[in-house]
RNA sequence: UACUCCGUGGUGUAAUGGUAACACAGCUGAUUUUGGUUCAGCUAUUCUAGGUUCGAGUCCUAGCGGGGUAGCCA
């Protein structure tokens, strides 16, 4: 599909690119707008993310040559990252478009700096070791609506302070004893001004630091540092961090040596319907099996999406429609939706399949016969050519494409009636075979010669069902899943409530394996990454991880809008 | 009964003191060998009350409603 790199196409406004415009024309940072996606290597990327990624990147491009975006893991934590997710996280970011060039950065790489910096502050007096445990560091901190006491450690000499400091990073100090604290002030209606912890001593081996540090920073400190010493110039992040704003500001005025002057905004981040999207609550979906891992084609994760058959274009194209503010919004996953039903309409090839396959004998056509019909491989697009596709006497339909008894309205198969096999003539409906159950096994038709492809005889009333079908003899059988939304609520942790969980709310039919379906034989050629659009159906994306050479594997991204299914729905409520 | 941010159609956004617009969703109709696509159209909006102003979605005040915040997580 569309997967190109992405293009510095205009975007709409927005107040973080009013602020930044406002930026530049009063001549700040030289011109300069350096953005960074810091993700903390602890889970795996969901679009919430990717619209986090499009603005930081996106900026970059849209103000270059001077501009860039650097991307920085913000690994400040050992106990909880791990080389897995820094992986992932790079492939998700180059598979949605995007290049951070030499641009790749660690938090872990600024921890003998940012040391130093701390170093600096305990020398100035703005910081000090404390040697609270941390029960009484929380009690200590007062509540939203009474300020905090003063540590007893608070006023003890720099001196004192810089030696205990060396000693927690020589690793003489247990976990828990001893941690630094900025000197800010413990009645600060902002918690986060409450004398906020700097380091903390941690005895965990960090991914790419090894056992080099038992001193770790938190990210309120390693954050402003980190982006000044890049020289970011426009941090930006999610509204939850925004009282967390007047500390990074404390650190950019307070530390000396910095080589840029960062400034942090805050926008909303991503909500969608009828998904989850914390990362506590994607682990436990994975953890409990609930779906087959963090790329399971239901999960709102990069590689989730990604398997479902959702394209960088489309999700590129998603950021763009959601806008961006401070408002706590949910975003209809219908516009997701939207996004890669305008790509894959405009990009994917047709084929014809058939999901729960009907037999059709052709009465009336010869039994050894078979003929090729030419069907485009893309309506939108002459220059995906055509194809031809066998026909012989047997053929299948999907069985939702005949009913004996039809409801008003309906267009397709039944008994007497006439339908246009797609590309091909219309077959008339003259006799239905079914087994000692009941149930139609088979339907005996006849073709009209006069009804072939492009042929249409005058004043013959125009057949109004076209449907879908496959050659019986040629066609191969290929393995569908039919994916639906995860839950069954727009909102699941709020229809879970305080006390509910949002687990019971998986909607039970989010997966469906399809077992016997029959594809047009070209269908066994499918090669693993590719888009199809199954006419009337919708579209399918061949699975990477379990389709074989000729084995191919289809998920569904998303089905056909669908008119029909609508009425029918509307008159199944009115019937009650 | 703290601080802080945010309230524009059903949903998401735009309008930078001057005709409230766009997209999604929904609904009509036309076209169509996909009940798809496309095209045309319809429905529907500034939280409330004051104030400033010739003029307020926008500025001010108060109220109401929603989010966030008391990790040695990020």
Not at 98 to 104: R, S
Not at 119 to 126: A, N, P, S, T
Not at 418 to 437: M, P, T
Request: one cysteine or more; hydrophobic letters at 35%; a negative charge.
């Amino acid at each position: 599909m569309s997967d190109s790199a992405v293009s510095p196409a205009p975007v709409a406004s927005d107040f973080i690119r009013d602020l930044i415009a406002d930026d530049l024309a009063a001549g700040r940072n030289e011109g300069w707008v350096i953005t960074r996606f810091p993700p903390e290597p602890n889970g795996y990327l969901h679009i919430g993310h990717a619209k986090s990624i499009c603005l930081n990147f996106g900026l970059a491009l849209e103000h270059g040559p001077k501009a860039r975006c650097h991307l920085r893991f913000d690994d400040t934590n050992p106990t909880k990252e791990e080389t897995e997710y820094v992986d992932s996280i790079q492939e998700d970011v180059r598979w949605l478009g995007f290049d951070w060039g030499d641009h790749l950065y660690y938090a872990s790489d600024y921890f003998e700096k940012l040391y130093g910096f701390a170093e600096q502050l305990i020398g100035k007096g703005l910081a000090y070791v404390d040697e609270q445990s941390a029960e009484a560091i929380r009690a200590n901190r007062g509540t939203l609506t009474t300020p905090g006491v003063n540590s007893p450690f608070r006023d003890r000499s720099v001196e004192e302070s810089l030696a205990l400091f060396r000693k927690m990073r020589a690793g003489e100090v247990a976990e828990g004893v001893m941690i630094l604290r900025a000197k800010i002030d413990m009645a600060s209606p902002n918690m986060n001004m409450r004398d906020p912890v700097l380091y903390r001593v941690l005895k965990a081996a960090h991914h790419r630091t090894g056992d080099a540090w038992c001193l770790y920073p938190m990210y309120d400190y390693a954050h402003p540092l980190s982006d000044a010493l890049e020289g970011i110039t426009h941090s930006l992040c999610t509204l939850e961090f925004e009282h967390h704003r007047p500390l990074y500001e404390w650190l950019i005025q307070n530390v000396e040596g910095l080589p840029g002057q960062p400034y942090q905004r805050e926008f909303a981040r991503l909500s969608l319907t009828y998904t989850v999207m914390s990362k506590r609550k994607l682990l436990r979906l994975v953890k409990e099996g609930h779906v087959q891992g963090w790329d399971d084609p239901r999960m709102p994760t990069i590689s989730g999406l990604r398997r479902r058959g959702y394209t960088p274009a489309s999700i590129r194209h998603f950021c763009r429609m959601i806008g961006l503010t401070k408002f706590n919004s949910l975003t209809d996953v219908a516009v997701l939706e939207h996004a890669v039903r305008e790509d894959l309409n405009a990009n994917a090839l047709r084929a014809l399949v058939v999901l729960k396959p009907l037999k059709v004998v052709i009465e009336n056509y010869p039994e050894d016969q078979v003929e090729f019909i030419e069907a485009v491989n893309n309506p939108e697009n002459e220059a995906a050519g055509t194809r031809q596709m066998p026909l012989c006497r047997e053929i299948y339909i999907d069985q939702d494409d005949f009913m004996e008894v039809p409801p008003s309205g309906y267009h397709r198969l039944k008994p007497g009636g006439e339908v246009r096999l797609r590309y091909g003539f219309c077959i008339r409906c003259q006799e239905v075979v079914k087994d000692a159950s009941g149930q139609v096994v088979e339907v005996r038709c006849t073709y009209d010669e006069a009804t072939r492809h492009g042929v249409q005889p005058e004043g013959r009333p125009k057949v109004k069902g076209i449907i879908h079908w496959v050659s019986a003899r040629h066609a191969v059988p290929v393995a569908v899943r039919l994916y639906d939304r995860l839950f069954t609520e727009e909102q699941p942790e709020v229809a879970a409530g305080e006390d509910g969980d949002f687990v019971t709310l998986i909607n039970p039919g989010s997966l469906t394996n399809v077992e016997g379906a029959m594809a047009e034989p070209a269908l066994a050629e499918a090669v693993v990454g590719g888009h199809y659009q199954f006419e009337r159906l919708g579209y399918f994306y061949v699975d990477p991880k379990d389709s074989h050479p000729g084995k191919p594997v289809f998920n569904r991204t998303v089905g056909l809008k669908d008119s029909w299914a609508k009425v029918v729905a509307k008159q199944q409520g009115t019937k009650g």
